[in-house]
């Protein structure tokens, strides 16, 4: 297991920004091409705003049309806790950080392969990294 890190929304408010509060905190969903990774192409890793865990590699990113960044796998299955989300009267798979417990977005079938799988992430849950060019 993973240490998990526990905090009070309070503690949350004071080191989130006002939108990283509403989607990880809230599970709340940024409008779709309004955030600021979703036509990102720069290489790098993707970790999650709440915890700094490594969530994503620029590697798995496609261009899925929806307006929010995408991609197809986690660098590690552990790194993400999914759960079936009942709300808005439709099935979904929600994602969530494995170690801060913080809402990221969902995820879908309908991905490119290998997986087929579409990790539809809030920008705003997300820290992107550029990785250094040698
Ligand atoms: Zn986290």
């Known amino acids: 297991?993973?240490?998990?890190?526990k905090k009070t929304e309070e503690d949350w408010k004071k080191i989130l920004t006002k939108e990283q509060f509403y989607i990880l905190r809230?599970?709340?969903?940024?409008r779709p091409f309004t955030?600021?990774?979703w036509?990102?192409?720069q290489k790098g890793t993707y970790y999650c705003a709440g915890c700094g865990n490594p969530l994503?590699?620029?590697?798995?990113?496609?261009?899925s049309g929806t307006g929010w960044p995408s991609f197809f796998a986690p660098i590690e299955n552990s790194s993400i806790e999914t759960k079936t989300d009942y709300s808005h009267g439709i099935i979904r798979t929600e994602a969530?950080?494995?170690?801060?417990?913080?809402?990221l977005g969902h995820i879908f079938d309908d991905g490119p392969p290998p997986t087929?799988?579409?990790?539809?992430?809030?920008?705003d849950?997300?820290?992107?990294?550029?990785?250094e060019s040698s």
Not at 26 to 30: D, N, R, S, V
Request: positive net charge; contains cysteine; proline residues 2%.
């Open 56 to 63: 994503f590699d620029s590697e798995t990113k496609f261009d």
């Open 39 to 41: 036509d990102n192409h």
């Open 35 to 37: 955030g600021k990774y």
């Open 125 to 131: 849950a997300l820290k992107f990294k550029p990785k």
């Open 1 to 5: 297991m993973k240490s998990s890190i």
């Open 116 to 123: 087929n799988m579409r990790y539809c992430m809030n920008s």
């Open 26 to 30: 809230k599970k709340g969903t940024e």
């Open 96 to 103: 969530s950080c494995s170690k801060c417990k913080g809402h």
